[in-house]
């Protein structure tokens, strides 16, 4: 397994690092929340942007000597990152413009020959991000500083994706996630469609992996293993072996109960919903489409038993899947692989697919993004009211959470209205269009806000 590469902060005192720090990693914080094993401390922690991993480091936790003057302190912060850094990022205040000190400290980090970008943080306005781009900035060694503010959060996520250029530039690039994190998979499906005979397909050859590793909760009755040098984790294996053994009493949700589904799609990121392709789509398997559309988990279905379909022809793929979606419109994003859990066709091809889906769940729009998706869609269809009167004002549009996906719509109703249930799934729609959010469910969740604000409108 891989480690993240890692971005150090400097920069005089007082001129926002631990807001910076904090600014990157609070917007993570709810995002990894239940990643397990995910460390992050007062001065160091991974920071996820875009389904990719940086190790951000706050100098201002080291332990440097505290009875030095202060000009010392950042000479030592600098030898610090030098040594430790694979990009180093040198925060100035554009209040102040270059100090003597800033001076310094950037000929000699340029000297290093490290990987350097020079912030400009505190520009909280316009006339402030010009600042940045002035004449007093003519002498400076680095770039001109990139213009951010790390209090209100603007151009942080510009500054992530120029940190991201800069160390794949560097022969460095951020890690993806699942280089580092284990890709927890649970197969579900009534009984008898090929669960177990799939399992054994894909998990056959394998070495399983004994020691612990980082970043999983490991239960007894999960299969741990490597392929290609990504860590799969499948779920509950167990008790999808042990189900092939109860087969014939019932189905499955009576039999292993919806609480039992439940828990073990809470636990995985990517549910694998296998279906038997020589008989019917059940009532159950519909109720299941809906459970799982509701979770937070990706999905992949699995159309199994494809060697007992005669005689088929370049079109009958098609055929199937449209019966498939016709028959689960709920799971419209879940990518469908034909395969034979018996003979070994295309079993292989899950792990790709898996990689893919888990991939997915870490597109991430930047606040600029968001916003401008947002007015575009606004100008492809006004946004429609519920009921009411008054057409809805749509006040803010951001991505809040990744793996799985959230975005917050704030709109100014007035108390009658609503928005449009058919609006959000305009949005949806759009977002999956322009963006990979293949197999992971999308949950846009209205705010309403009272007051008004600048709209898009
Ligand atoms: P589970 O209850 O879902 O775990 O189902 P099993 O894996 O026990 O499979 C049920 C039966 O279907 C067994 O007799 C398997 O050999 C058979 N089976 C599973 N997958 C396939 C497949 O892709 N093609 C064919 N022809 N038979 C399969």
Known sequence: MQSAPKAV???RSNVGKSSLFNKMIEEQKSLVSHIAGTTRDRFEADC????KIIRMVDTGGLDIDQTDEIEKNVVE???IAITQADIILFLVDVNVGPMADDLEIARKLLKSGKPVIAVGNKADNGELRRRAESDEWKSWP???????????????GDLLDEVTEVLTKAGKPPTDVNEILPMRICVLGEPNVGKSTLLNAVLGQKRF???????????????????????????????????????KSG????KIGVDKTLDTVSRADVALFVLDMTKEISTQERHLAGVLQDSKVSVIIIANKWDLIPNKTTTTVNDYEAIIRGFMPQLKYAPILFTSALTGQRAQDIFKMIS????ARFTQLSTDEARQFMSKAIVRHKPMRGKGVKSPKITSFYQSHINPP??????????????????????????????????????IKIEVERKSHTTYK
């Open 9 to 11: 902060l400097i920069g």
């Open 48 to 51: 996820i942007w875009r389904g």
């Open 77 to 79: 912060q600098a030898n």
């Open 142 to 156: 680095l770039n001109r500083p990139f213009a951010i503010s790390a209090k209100q959060g603007v151009g942080v």
């Open 209 to 247: 992996i004994t020691a612990p590793v980082p970043h999983t909760t490991r239960e007894p009755n999960d299969a741990l293993f490597e392929h290609e040098g990504q860590t799969y984790q499948f779920i509950d294996t167990a008790g999808v072996r042990k189900q092939a053994a109860r087969r």
């Open 251 to 254: 189905t499955l949700l009576e």
């Open 356 to 359: 893919a889906v888990f991939q």
């Open 406 to 443: 959230i975005f917050t719509l704030a709109v100014n109703l007035s108390r009658t209205d609503s928005l449009a249930t058919a609006y959000v799934r305009f949005l949806e729609n759009i977002l999956r269009e322009q963006y990979d959010f293949t197999g992971t469910p999308i949950r």
